[in-house]
Nanobody
Framework: QVQLVESGGGLVQPGGSLRLSCAAS????????MGWYRQAPGKERELVAL???????NYADSVKGRFTISRDNTKDTVYLQMDTLKPEDAAVYYC??????????WGQGTQVTVSS
């Protein structure tokens, strides 16, 4: 069994910053891809950022230059530093991991609200 525990969401004003964390535990073996998706009300879940085990990153165009994904392989943890937040970034953010030969796993989601 795999558990993903997310933290760091909350309310922030436009232009502000938040840092999300997601720690994986349980039957963890060889995490390849880690990442973040988000889902706003009435919209489909969308990719925010992914990072490979070697550190290769991939970002949605809408967050390039503002968000930074990173990971600590010794802690099986992925981070998302979100700067210059906009109201359109408000959503539930979901952590995602994928291990060799296994399907992906999702976190429970953490709410990010961007409002003045």
């Amino acid at each position: 069994q795999v558990q993903l525990v997310e933290s760091g969401g909350g309310l922030v004003q436009p232009g502000g910053s938040l840092r999300l964390s997601c720690a994986a535990s349980g039957s963890i073996l060889g995490i390849n891809t880690m990442g973040w998706y988000r889902q706003a009300p009435g919209k489909e879940r969308e990719l925010v950022a992914l990072i490979s085990r070697s550190g290769t990153t991939n970002y949605a165009d809408s967050v390039k230059g503002r968000f930074t994904i990173s990971r600590d392989n010794t802690k099986d943890t992925v981070y998302l530093q979100m700067d210059t937040l906009k109201p359109e970034d408000a959503a539930v953010y979901y952590c995602y991991i994928q291990m060799t030969g296994r399907s992906g796993y999702w976190g429970q989601g953490t709410q990010v609200t961007v409002s003045s």
